[in-house]
């Protein structure tokens, strides 16, 4: 089975913090993916990456940015946490454009 | 106008019941359809997908698929109390997919 892991599944951050969410898949897959979701928000994608060193920005990717060094790990990175950045982050990942994804376990950051 | 619609919920059904769920989609070029299930707390898990138009069975899911009407839905027979969760219906348009809100199902013991 494929496996997506986020790095931590709880974080507790001050604001203004520079933070760093970690996300590691390992089936090879070209396609990763950021979301945040939020109680009758949904799911909102923050970033996304086809390829290595590729970025695209979603729907929401104010105060964020990413990196994709190599192809299994991709990072979104909080500039200066505030706390209306406090949420569920979920990475995911898929092979290719018919596919569905692999989520994360995610992770429940708040900023105090 | 949003890309992916459900039914707005929730849903309540009895033990044993068939829960129903609906999805409506605006893109006529997508392929691809998927159902998540989503635990609270948790993040979503893959359930069910399905490509072309017609019936797809898995155990006590079905999901149904026409592109036609633009519409795919998601059928639960002889729901438990462990599919009480909210669903997501899920299309692909070029990398990405897009999710509608989703539906929250209780069955009720």
């Known amino acids: 089975d494929v496996k997506v892991t986020q790095s931590s599944r709880y974080l507790v951050k001050r604001t203004g913090e520079k933070v760093f969410l970690e996300c590691v898949q390992d089936?090879?897959?070209?396609?990763m993916f950021w979301y945040r979701q939020d109680p009758g928000l949904g799911l909102r994608l923050i970033y996304f990456?086809?390829?290595?060193?590729?970025?695209e920005k979603g729907d929401i990717p104010e105060g964020y940015s990413v990196s994709r060094e190599k192809k299994e790990r991709f990072s979104l990175i909080l500039e200066s946490a505030s706390t209306n950045q406090t949420s569920m982050y979920l990475c995911?990942?898929?092979?290719?454009?018919?596919?569905?994804?692999?989520f994360g376990s995610g992770t429940r950051l708040t900023v105090v | 106008q949003k890309e992916v619609e459900q039914n707005s919920g929730p849903l309540s059904v009895p033990e044993g019941a068939i829960a129903s769920l609906n999805c409506t989609y605006s893109?006529?070029?997508?392929?691809?359809f998927f159902w998540y299930r989503q635990y609270s707390g948790k993040s979503p898990e893959l359930i069910m997908f399905?490509?072309?138009?017609g019936d797809k069975e898995d155990g006590r899911f079905t999901a149904q698929l026409n592109k036609a009407s633009q519409y795919v839905s998601l059928l639960i027979r002889d729901s438990q109390p462990s599919d009480s969760a909210t669903y997501l219906c899920?299309?692909?348009?070029?990398?990405?997919?897009?999710f509608g809100a989703g539906t929250t199902v209780t069955v009720r013991a």
């Open positions: 990456s086809y390829d290595v060193k590729m970025k």
């Open positions: 899920a299309v692909t348009g070029d990398y990405k997919l897009s």
């Open positions: 089936m090879d897959h070209e396609n």
């Open positions: 399905i490509y072309s138009n």
């Open positions: 995911a990942s898929k092979p290719g454009s018919s596919y569905g994804y692999t």
């Open positions: 893109d006529r070029g997508s392929q691809s």
